[in-house]
C-alpha cells in the first residue's frame, strides 16, 4: 500500500494505530470522550447506564502545535467541519489558526449522541453534538491546566488558558503542545464548568470556513478524486422500468474495448443490472454504451405522471388516515360557499440532483475490506457493507470522505448503492473498484421527492380568521420498505409523519383542523429531499394563509402575527424581525410586487419577504430578505451562507423545468437540459440575511430557507397578475 499524500487525508493509516502512534510516539493530546445526555435515559429521573467506548479520538494536539479536531458528521458543503470544531475549540481556548478539522471514520464514538447511528439529516450536526464538542473542549482545556499546575506546583485554579497557551502565577506559561504528553496520561476528568456566553471567543462570530481555501483553488478531494493504486471504475447498466431484470446480455462488442476488465450481472435491491468494469471511466461508459440487454419487465407497474396525478386527485375527494382531528371534522358542512377556499395543490416527482453524483470505492480482501465513501449514515452502510460481503461490521474499514452536496440523496434507508458497489467488489477480490453513478444514471434511476396532491377547504368567520380547516394529502410516503426501523419511527397509523410535517404542526390557531393522509403505492422510489415534507406542506399553508389575508384586507404579516399559536415563539420574533429589515411595504417600482411566506423546521424559523417582477412570462426575483430565529448562532458567517444557499435550492420548485416526469415506466429527464436547477439569472439579486439575537440552545440552518422562496413568490405573483398559482413547477406566470 502506497504512502497517501495528506491532501488525501492519510485515507490508507488504520484509524486505531494512528492515534496510538499520535500519542506514545507523537507526543500529542488524544481525548476520548462522550456524551450521555439524560434525554436519552429509561425513565426520566433515572441516570442513564455509564457505556465504555474504545480508545479512539476527537482531538489530537501535535508537537507542532496543530489542533486536529475530529468531525462526527459528512460535509457536504453544510459548514459541519468548521461550526463543530469552533464549539471544541471556543472551549478549549485554542488559537484558531492552528485548528485543522478531519472526518471521523465509521465508528461507534462518532455515532449522534441523540439518534444513535453516525449520520447527518434534519438539520441536526449543531443541535445534536454542541453540548457534546462544549464538553469535550472543555475537558481537554482541564486535562491541559491540570498537567500545567503539576508541573508548576500551583492549584489549578490560579491557572488560566488563551490561544493555545496556559499561563500560571510567576509569569509562566506553557504551550499547549508542550503539555499534550504529560496530558494524555491523564485520565478525562468527569464533569467541567463551561463557559458562560459572554465569554466566547469563536462561537457567535462570524468564522470563514476551514474548507472554502480548497473548495474556490481546487484543491478539496472529494469522494470521486480518490485514486488508488490498481483502482477499477465500475458502471451499471440500469433496467429502464424501476423494478426490470435481466433477462440476458450480449457483451461481445462491449468487451472489445480496450480496458475493460469484466461484465457480469449483479442484484438490486428490486431488480437486476449488469455491471462493467474497467481500468477507466470512459472505458466502462463506452462498453456499457455498446452492450445489448434484454429486459424482463414483466409483473412490475409502468408508472405515468399524468395517470399518478389523475388517480390522487380521485383520492383526495375521501378521508384518509388521521393524522390531525380537532373540534367538529363536519363543521366545514354548516359554512355557506361564499365563506369556504377549496384549493387542489399539485407536486411533482423532485430529483436531489447534487453537484457530485452518487460514488463510492470498496476493496473485498475476503477476511475484510475497506470503503471510501461520502456517506450521510456511515454506520449504517458500513453495517450494509458487512451483510453483503458476510462480514462483521468491524471487518469493514469505513473511511468518510468529503462529498459534493447531497440534499438527501446519500441517505438512503435500504443503502442501495452502497450494496451495489459491494456486490461488485466481492467479484474482484483485492482490487479497489469505484462505483460512479452519471448524472443520466442518477437522474434515470435515483430516488426521488415523492409526488404530493393536496385538496383543502377553509372555512371563514366574520372576522377574515379560518374557523374551519379540512385537508387531505395523497402521496407516497418517505419511508422505503416495509420493516425498516424507519417505518416503526415515522409512520403511525398509517399515517408517514415526514409528509405531513409543516400541516399536522402548523403555528397557526386552526379551529376544527381535521388532516387526513393517503399512501398510495407507486413503483417510484421515493427518498427524503431537502426539507422533506415542510417543502410542499409550507407552500399548501403560506399560500393559503396569504389568501386569506387578502380576502381579509389584512397586512399579509399582521394577519400572520394575529393567527399564531401563544407558543409560536420563534415565527412572532422571525416575522417581527423580517418586518423591521425587509421594507417590503416601501414603494416598488411599476409593475413590482412583493410576497411572503414563513416556515419552521425542527425548531428553526425563516421569514422570507421577496421583491418580484415578470419578465418574458416568469417571474424575477429582484431583491429577498429573510430573518431567522435559529438560537444561539454559532456562525453567523455560515448561517447567512445555507440561508442563501438554502433559498436558492429551494427556487427548483419554481423552475418551468423543476420536475421528475415519468411515461409508461420511464424517467423523461436525463440531465440538466430536462431537469433545470435556477441559474444565476433565475435567482434574487441581493438575499438579505438576518439573525434574531438569541441565547437558546442552537437550532439548525441547513433546511429550513428552503420552503419559505416558492411560496413567497407566487403570493407576489397573486399581487402581479390576480392568479393564484397551486400547481408546481411554474411553466408560465
Known amino acids: 500500500m502506497r504512502a497517501t499524500p495528506k491532501d488525501e487525508t492519510d485515507m490508507h493509516v488504520n484509524r486505531r494505530s494512528f492515534l496510538c502512534a499520535s500519542a506514545a510516539a507523537a507526543g500529542g493530546l488524544l481525548v476520548s470522550l462522550y456524551l450521555d445526555l439524560s434525554a436519552a435515559a429509561p425513565e426520566r429521573n433515572q441516570a442513564p447506564p455509564a457505556k465504555v467506548y474504545p480508545p479512539e479520538a476527537f482531538v489530537n494536539i501535535r508537537p507542532d502545535g496543530k489542533i486536529v479536531i475530529t468531525v462526527n458528521r459528512l460535509e457536504v458543503g453544510q459548514g459541519a467541519q468548521t461550526a463543530l470544531p469552533m464549539i471544541l475549540a471556543d472551549e478549549l481556548d485554542a488559537d484558531w489558526s492552528q485548528v485543522i478539522a478531519q472526518l471521523a471514520p465509521a465508528g461507534e464514538l462518532y455515532k449522534d449522541p441523540l439518534i444513535g447511528i453516525q449520520m447527518i439529516g434534519g438539520s441536526c450536526s449543531i443541535p445534536n453534538s454542541f453540548q457534546q464538542y462544549r464538553e469535550l473542549g472543555a475537558k481537554t482545556r ?13 492549584p489549578a485554579d490560579q491557572c488560566r488558558t488563551k490561544d493555545s497557551v496556559v499561563y500560571g502565577p510567576g509569569n509562566r506559561s506553557a504551550r499547549y503542545a508542550e503539555l499534550a504528553e504529560d496530558a494524555a496520561r491523564r485520565p478525562a476528568p468527569t464533569v467541567v464548568q463551561l463557559k458562560g456566553a459572554s465569554q466566547f471567543h469563536l462561537i457567535g462570530k462570524p468564522v470563514r470556513r476551514l474548507d472554502s481555501r480548497a473548495k474556490c483553488d481546487g484543491s478539496q478531494k472529494f469522494s470521486l478524486d480518490l485514486d488508488l493504486p490498481g483502482m477499477l471504475i465500475a458502471l451499471l447498466a440500469r433496467p429502464p422500468v424501476f423494478g426490470g431484470r435481466v433477462r440476458g446480455f450480449d457483451d461481445r462488442e462491449a468487451r472489445n474495448v480496450s480496458g475493460v476488465r469484466d461484465i457480469f450481472e449483479i442484484p438490486l435491491v428490486t431488480g437486476s443490472a ?17 452492450m445489448k440487454v434484454d429486459w424482463d419487465l414483466s409483473g412490475i407497474d409502468h408508472p405515468d405522471s399524468l395517470q399518478l396525478f389523475a388517480k390522487y386527485k380521485e383520492i383526495a375527494q375521501m378521508p384518509g388516515n388521521i393524522a390531525v382531528r380537532l373540534g367538529d371534522e363536519h363543521a366545514i358542512d354548516h359554512i355557506p360557499a361564499s365563506d369556504r377556499i377549496q384549493a387542489e395543490y399539485e407536486f411533482p416527482y423532485l430529483a436531489h440532483a447534487p453537484m457530485e453524483p452518487l460514488n463510492l470505492t470498496v476493496r473485498y480482501d475476503r477476511d475484510r475490506a475497506e470503503a471510501w465513501a461520502p456517506s450521510q449514515i456511515a454506520t449504517w ?30 441517505g438512503t434507508t435500504d443503502s442501495h448503492f452502497v450494496r451495489e458497489a459491494a456486490a461488485i467488489a466481492q467479484r474482484l477480490p ?51 420498505g416495509t420493516g425498516v426501523i424507519q417505518e416503526a419511527i415515522l409512520v403511525k397509523n398509517g399515517v408517514d409523519r415526514l409528509a405531513t410535517e409543516g400541516t399536522d404542526d402548523s403555528p397557526y390557531t386552526l379551529p376544527n383542523m381535521h388532516l387526513s393522509v393517503h399512501h398510495p403505492k407507486a413503483n417510484v422510489p421515493t427518498l427524503s429531499h431537502r426539507s422533506v415534507g415542510y417543502g410542499h406542506n409550507s407552500f399548501v399553508r403560506e399560500t393559503l394563509v396569504d389568501e386569506l389575508a387578502t380576502r381579509a384586507k389584512a ?26 429589515k425587509s421594507g417590503w411595504r416601501h414603494r416598488l417600482p411599476r409593475n413590482h410586487a412583493s410576497g411572503i411566506a414563513c416556515s419552521e423546521y425542527n425548531g428553526t424559523c425563516v421569514a422570507c419577504a421577496v421583491e418580484v417582477s415578470i419578465e418574458n412570462k416568469r417571474p424575477r426575483m429582484h431583491r429577498a430578505t429573510l430573518a431567522v430565529d435559529c438560537g444561539l448562532a454559532v456562525n453567523p ?75 413567497a413568490v407566487v403570493n407576489a405573483l397573486f399581487r402581479l397578475t390576480r392568479k393564484r398559482y397551486r400547481s408546481l413547477p411554474l411553466t408560465t406566470v
Request: glycine share 8%.
Open 555 to 580: 397586512d399579509p404579516i399582521a394577519y400572520r402575527l394575529k393567527l399564531l399559536k401563544p407558543d409560536a415563539k420563534k415565527f412572532r420574533t422571525s416575522l417581527t424581525l423580517l418586518d423591521q
Open 381 to 410: 452502510e458500513q453495517a450494509a457493507i458487512a451483510e453483503v460481503l458476510g462480514l462483521r461490521p468491524e471487518q469493514v474499514t469505513f473511511h468518510v470522505l468529503a462529498a459534493g452536496g447531497s440534499f438527501g440523496r446519500r
Open 274 to 290: 449488469v455491471a462493467v468494469v474497467a481500468d477507466r471511466f470512459w472505458a466502462a461508459k463506452q462498453a456499457r454504451d455498446r
Open 430 to 480: 483485492g482490487t479497489p473498484v469505484k462505483l460512479i453513478y452519471t448524472r443520466e444514471d442518477d437522474m434515470k434511476s435515483g430516488y426521488y421527492r415523492p409526488m404530493f396532491v393536496h385538496r383543502v377547504e377553509v372555512g371563514i368567520g366574520p372576522d377574515g380568521m379560518p374557523i374551519t380547516w379540512k385537508h387531505v394529502i395523497v402521496g407516497q410516503s418517505f419511508v422505503i
Open 637 to 711: 458567517l455560515s448561517i447567512e451562507n445555507q440561508m442563501q444557499g438554502g433559498l436558492v435550492f429551494g427556487l427548483t420548485q419554481l423552475m418551468a423545468n423543476g420536475a421528475i416526469t415519468l411515461k409508461d415506466g420511464h424517467v423523461e429527464q436525463g440531465n440538466f437540459d430536462r431537469y433545470a436547477p435556477p441559474y444565476m439569472p433565475d435567482t434574487p439579486v441581493s438575499i438579505d440575511v438576518h439573525i434574531v439575537p438569541s441565547a437558546e440552545q442552537p437550532t439548525g440552518v441547513g433546511e429550513p430557507p428552503v420552503p419559505v422562496i416558492a411560496p
Open 142 to 154: 482541564a486535562m491541559l491546566i491540570a498537567t500545567a499546575a503539576d508541573r508548576w506546583g500551583v
